[in-house]
């Protein structure tokens, strides 16, 4: 204290003995005298009475009577009320041991202090009739030129009014209302505590960094405080993208609590994971925590954050060990703007102060504080103080005073100060009070949250010995003042309802459709598949048994090997066509996607180079307009195919190196569950990729589409091609089909992109359906044509095996070529008009192929043939090295001609075995038989004639067969 510092209630004393005359109004403020008539220097005081509206107690539910009955709140508000009386002995006295501006301030400013301690019980219509009867007293010394309070933003709402109309200021140290900040309706209203709105930007920056919270549940009092939080809660949840949803009750719990049910109903409903109470600790907390956990939105998994008034109030009760209360009450959070710690300079000061009280400081503190029924209020003595533990707006208390006494003495004159005064003096008021750096925003006259402190609070449960659980609320995070908003300080590890210090899930798992390809569409596409590898094979197998048939042979098994080679390969492609990240990897599903491209394409190319190279073939022999000597070489039959497989190789192999094919799962945007989140999406190669992507796949489509247009352009050239073997037919057939699957298909592709069921039906559909279709129209009618000539051969066998039976019943199966004696000479059979027939045979020893194309001529039966240079061993029944293809009724006459060849023999030796048996009838001297030499040989000539005539109407008739069939 100062020399001439005074005691406690000295100026409240001197208003009350001063003479009337002595005494006058000043604007708001009273102004004495102090000149004793004959020395006028000392200049007058300004004595300024402040009534305090401090929440002593309040209205409860009385569970056993149902009625509403005062509650007090204990000792924490008391603790408040010592610290304003404490900040206004110290403002009075000039000392500034917690608040430096203050020091010697009593000889700088006219400006004293006085209070009264009022208890608002919580209620507005008590509030207001406390101050109203303030206004209008008669009692000297008694009419306020200020108020400090309320605690309870809708008490301060409603005297906020009545003080505006009377043109008093009032400052509040605690009441948070962000609707107090409106200056047009509360304009002679100021707070040391920050807005909440302020509080709710902390609180949701600090769940979203931490939790990565999005949606938030807020339970509040239907009151001018939790209405005006939940606001500010909601605008700042727009501000970060964090939805939220409210559900209010009203402040007096009546009726069974219904509407704290109803309220705590409609949360479980939203299914979120975090929730906010807006309430008053001792009358709302038991019940909505009791119903939040009976709907299992309390306990592990959960978090709940409320503010300060719940943590005092924590701090006070016991629940029974494993109760609801007690599960629904671990691992909470409080969020406060706290009035200091210790380890800050100025709050060590006041709490200095506080704990070093004197006794008649204690006593004449008692004395102030408001009397009601007996015990109702709680005293401290010199004990208490001791070890005092200030609540959070503690320090707030001491600072209102302080702020309002350096408002006022910036702001006196001689006609004293009013009200706007006040407010004007304090938007620019700054100064380190116990509760840190006081700053007023100017625009609300409200604390700048940035010059504030926020402390979040966590509960940790404590068992006794009784089975009872108390709870500790200790400071887990710190959030300090800074220069770019604030910084965080981790004092205590944050332990949620689990037990752990894992936050939890911000919302319900996610019930995400991944849209796989699915076991059933898998099945099938490896089916298909197969079934095209199984039909594969089996041609190529049918093709290798009958190598040597005419109907093979002229169609080039090496070309029709190719064709089964290509269909396989383009076949499997379905088969990584079904992998997806359902069961495999992300590594796996990217090489699936970067080996299909590779079997399709290369599929593709060996079928079709190999029906292009096939009828390249073909039209090569048909264009030749001379019947000299045409020579096609291997390299003539290959280069083409392998030009066009080798390009498309050297492409797969530069677009796997320099942009390869990933797999990546897309979200489909427009699919959302209740909580915005995107629950649906699919996987699928992405082609995407940029230029480079697109770049290689043109080149790929350019490759297949000069494939595809080479192979019609010789299919078109061959269509009046006369060859027995001939596919052109099915070839068009082929290629129109693939039209039509390319002109439907592809649509089908780009409309089922983003659903990956249709698309992998329509990509197997496009390889199955293409493969299919080749290795039937091309194997198919083959295979018929061979059958039919089998059963043919096996017809016609039958019959000569009849006929020759009735020459020689002693022969037991038909005389063949290899019967009767080598031939010097082959006639070659007069063959049917018509147009000129085509032969093909291939014999491959490193690749040989050998080729005829004969043509008869109806009038001098000569041949004439053009051949391919014969690059194999000899062979049997060849003429100067080069094969001769005879056709079945060829070879059939050639058969018949040999067996009658081997007729003649027989009548030759007949005649023969006549000429002895004549011999044997001279020497016998039988003139009754005649065996005369030209009796003999006209008959067997005649036999011989009959013969031959009979065979060659056998082959005619065999001829004429064939030209029917």
């Known amino acids: 204290m100062t020399v001439d510092s005074k005691p406690h209630g000295y100026y409240e004393e001197l208003l009350k003995t001063a003479p009337e005359q002595r005494v006058s109004k000043k604007n708001i403020v009273h102004e004495v005298d102090q000149s004793d008539g004959e020395d006028s220097s000392t200049p007058p005081l300004h004595i300024c009475h402040m009534t305090a509206l401090w929440r002593y107690s309040t209205t409860a539910l009385n569970p056993y009577t149902g009625v509403l009955e005062p509650k007090n709140l204990g000792p924490g508000f008391y603790g408040d009320s010592i610290a304003l009386l404490l900040a206004v002995h110290h403002f009075n006295n000039g000392i500034g041991s917690v608040v430096k501006e203050v020091e010697g301030i009593n000889e700088r400013c006219n400006v004293r202090l006085s209070v009264d301690l009022n208890d608002s019980m919580s209620s507005l219509s008590h509030s207001v009739k406390t101050v109203a009867n303030a206004i209008n ?10 108020v400090l309070g309320s605690f309870r933003s809708a008490v301060s709402q409603a005297v906020a009014v009545l ?80 939805k939220v949803e409210s559900f209010p009750f009203d402040f007096h719990v009546t009726d069974d609590a219904q509407q704290i049910r109803e309220a705590v109903g409609h949360l479980a409903k939203t299914k979120f994971k975090y929730f906010v109470g ?29 503010g300060g008034g719940v943590q005092r109030y924590l701090q006070n009760v016991k629940y029974p060990k494993g109760s609801k209360l007690d599960m629904a009450s671990r691992g909470i959070g409080m969020i406060q703007a706290d009035g200091g710690m210790e380890g800050m300079p100025s709050y060590d000061a006041f709490l200095s102060e506080l704990r070093n009280l004197k006794m008649e400081d204690i006593e004449y503190f008692n004395s102030k504080q408001p009397q009601g029924i007996d015990d109702y209020y709680f005293q401290g003595d010199a004990a208490y103080f001791k070890t005092f533990e200030p609540e959070r707006e503690t320090a707030f208390a001491y600072d209102s005073a302080m702020a309002f006494g350096l408002a006022a003495c910036a702001s006196d004159n001689e006609e004293g100060f009013t009200g706007p005064q006040i407010l004007e003096a304090l938007r620019a008021e700054s100064f380190t009070g116990a509760s840190g750096l006081v700053r007023m925003d100017p625009e609300t006259t409200s604390r700048d949250p940035f010059s504030a402190l926020y402390v979040i609070f966590n509960t940790k449960a404590k068992e006794d010995l009784s089975g009872m659980v108390s709870f500790e609320t200790n400071p887990s995070i710190i959030m300090s003042p800074s220069t770019d908003g604030w910084e965080t300080i981790p004092s205590h590890p944050f332990v949620f309802s689990d037990g752990t210090q894992n936050w939890p899930e911000p919302l319900p798992p996610l019930e995400e459709d991944f849209d796989f390809v699915g076991r059933e569409l898998r099945l099938i596409g490896c089916c298909l598949s197969i079934i095209c590898l199984i039909c594969s094979i089996f041609f190529a197998v049918w093709t290798y048994r009958n190598r040597n048939h005419r109907v093979v042979k002229g169609s080039q098994p090496m070309f029709l090997y190719l064709i089964c080679f290509g269909t396989a390969i383009f076949g499997s492609t379905s088969l990584p066509a079904s992998i997806d990240d359902e069961y495999f ?42 019947f000299r000597r045409l020579v096609i070489t291997p390299r003539d039959v290959w280069q083409p195919f392998f030009l066009m497989l080798v390009t498309n190789i050297l492409v797969m192999i530069l677009w796997t190196i320099f942009a390869p094919v990933n797999w990546q799962r897309e979200y489909d945007k427009d699919s959302l569950d209740e909580f915005g989140r995107m629950n649906s999406s699919y996987g699928a190669c992405n082609l ?69 069921k249709p698309m992998y039906l329509v990509k197997v559909m496009f390889v199955f359906l293409p493969a299919m279709a080749i290795l039937l129209l091309i194997f198919v009618p083959k295979m018929k044509i061979v059958n039919k000539s089998k059963r043919k051969e096996q017809e016609r066998g039958k019959e000569v095996r009849s006929s020759w039976l009735r020459f020689f019943p002693e022969r037991k199966k038909p005389v063949t070529s290899e019967d009767s004696p080598a031939s010097d000479e082959t006639e070659l059979p007069k063959r049917p008009r018509g147009n000129a027939g085509f032969g093909f045979v291939q014999h491959y020893g490193d690749f040989v192929v050998d080729k005829a ?22 062979m049997s029944d060849d003429c100067c090295g080069l094969k001769v293809l005879r056709s079945p009724i060829e070879e059939e006459n050639i058969r018949l001609k040999n067996e009658l060849k081997r007729m003649g023999d027989r009548l030759s030796s007949l005649n023969e075995f006549i000429g002895d048996l004549e011999n044997l009838s001279d020497l016998a001297g039988d003139s009754r038989t005649d065996f005369s030499p030209d009796i003999v040989a006209d008959t067997s000539e005649e036999c011989a004639q009959t013969n031959v005539a009979d065979a060659n109407d056998d082959a005619d008739d065999a001829n004429a067969d064939n030209i029917t069939t």
């Open 585 to 626: 990897s992300q590594e796996a599903c990217s090489f699936a996607c970067m080996i299909q491209p590779w079997l399709y394409s290369v599929g593709f190319i060996i079928m079709f180079s190999a029906l292009f190279s096939k009828t390249l073939v073909i039209n090569k022999i048909y264009d030749h307009k001379s």
């Open 137 to 146: 007293s008669n009692t000297p010394g008694k009419t306020p030129c200020a």
């Open 163 to 242: 003080t505006e109309a009377y043109g008093l200021p009032q400052i509040s140290p605690i009441s948070s209302s962000p609707e107090l900040d409106n200056q047009l309706r509360y304009p002679l209203f100021s707070r040391i505590v920050p807005s909440d709105y302020g509080t709710s930007q902390v609180l949701l920056n600090f769940l979203q960094e931490n939790a990565e919270v999005t949606h938030l549940g807020v339970i509040y009092v239907n009151d001018a405080y939790g209405k005006a939080y939940q606001d500010a809660i909601q605008r700042s949840g727009r501000l970060i993208g964090v």
């Open 853 to 874: 194309i004969i043509s008869y001529n109806d009038v001098s039966h000569t041949s004439e043939a053009l051949y391919l240079e014969d690059f194999g061993e000899s």
């Open 688 to 756: 995407d990729g940029g230029l480079g992507t697109f770049l290689f796949m043109m080149l790929v489509f350019i490759v297949h589409v000069s494939s595809l247009t080479f192979a019609n352009i010789q299919s078109y050239k061959a269509r009046k091609v006369s060859v027995e073997f001939n596919e052109n037919r099915y070839i068009t057939i082929l290629f129109a089909s693939l039209l039509q699957i390319w002109i439907t298909g592809v649509p089908v592709y780009i409309i089922a992109r983003a659903l990956p």
């Open 278 to 306: 807006v309430i008053f600790g001792p009358e709302h907390y038991d019940i909505m925590m009791e119903e939040a956990y009976d709907k299992g939105i309390a306990g592990p998994g959960y978090f709940w954050m409320f």
